[in-house]
């Protein structure tokens, strides 16, 4: 019953936000606002998607759960640029800036009671992960095929 409530509420601002932006600068102007924040918003985020590409590639095993949480908080500024509004483009402006993305990192992991870990098998490979810190374990994830020559078995005598 709280997202209704939370989606009504939302929608109220942004519809209170377009009639006081209208006011101010007439509807031709809030209609190019709208549009340059989407143009401008979606490129920014598309310049700061490449840079966190750039950054996944070379990140160490132990910073990959911050990269990964960068590209989400990302994509989802991104999302809220896409959507029409004044109060969803200053969210998604938020969320381009670094030190607003590690507070909100912080409180996820606050309110969930765990933290990104990333752990490590026998093999080299890493496997990411959201999940309490567990007690060291070796793990050998592996295949096997059988090389060995079958024993000639009896021979039968020539005639």
Same mark, same amino acid.
């Given at each position: 019953?709280?997202?209704?409530?939370?989606?009504?509420?939302?929608?109220?601002?942004?519809?209170?936000?377009?009639?006081?932006? $209208?006011?101010?600068?007439?509807?031709?102007?809030?209609?190019?606002?709208?549009?340059?924040?989407?143009?401008? $918003?979606?490129?920014?985020?598309?310049?700061?998607?490449? *840079?966190?590409?750039?950054?996944?590639?070379?990140?160490?095993?132990?910073?990959?759960?911050?990269?990964?949480?960068? $590209? @989400?908080? @990302?994509?989802?500024? $991104?999302?809220?640029?896409?959507?029409?509004?004044?109060?969803? *483009?200053?969210?998604?402006?938020?969320?381009?800036?670094?030190?607003?993305?590690?507070?909100?990192?912080?409180?996820?992991?606050?309110?969930?009671?765990?933290?990104?870990?990333?752990?490590?098998?026998?093999?080299?490979?890493?496997?990411?992960?959201?999940?309490?810190?567990?007690?060291?374990?070796?793990?050998? *994830?592996? *295949?096997?095929?059988?090389?060995?020559?079958?024993?000639?078995?009896?021979? @039968?005598?020539?005639?």
């Amino acid at each position: 019953m709280r997202l209704p409530l939370f989606l009504i509420a939302y929608l109220l601002v942004e519809i209170a936000a377009f009639a006081w932006v $209208g006011e101010k600068v007439g509807v031709l102007g809030t209609v190019a606002l709208v549009v340059l924040s989407t143009v401008v $918003g979606l490129s920014l985020v598309q310049r700061q998607g490449l *840079d966190a590409l750039r950054k996944v590639a070379r990140s160490t095993p132990g910073e990959a759960p911050v990269v990964a949480w960068d $590209g @989400l908080c @990302l994509a989802t500024a $991104g999302v809220l640029f896409a959507v029409p509004g004044f109060v969803s *483009d200053l969210a998604g402006v938020a969320l381009l800036i670094p030190p607003v993305r590690r507070v909100l990192l912080a409180q996820a992991q606050r309110l969930s009671g765990a933290r990104f870990t990333v752990r490590a098998t026998s093999g080299g490979r890493t496997s990411g992960g959201y999940a309490a810190p567990t007690r060291p374990t070796t793990v050998i *994830d592996g *295949d096997f095929v059988d090389v060995t020559r079958p024993e000639p078995g009896p021979t @039968l005598p020539k005639e």
